[in-house]
């Protein structure tokens, strides 16, 4: 009747790992969304833009196109760091 298997023991830095990196992904998240948003709001308020690759893209397409930049470029970025 007590055969429910063995329990998984986990260390205090493996509990305090899983948060940081938790804390991690959603600050990436967090700044992702905020560069997507002010760069869908830029692109919204000046039309004529001189960075502007393509003028056809509409500011939600753009703002789409650069969260999955920033994804790319932030979660490299702290590990240039250390």
Request: proline share 4%.
């Amino acid at each position: 009747m007590n055969n429910s298997g063995p329990r998984y023991k986990r260390s205090q830095l493996e509990k305090r790992l899983n948060t940081d990196v938790l804390w991690c992904v959603a600050l990436l998240i967090v700044m992702c969304l905020s560069a997507s948003l002010g760069h869908g709001l830029w692109l919204n308020n000046f039309k004529d833009a001189g960075f502007q690759v393509d003028g056809d893209t509409s500011p939600a397409l753009a703002g789409f196109y650069v969260f999955w930049t920033m994804i790319i470029v932030l979660q490299v970025w702290p590990k240039r760091l250390f």
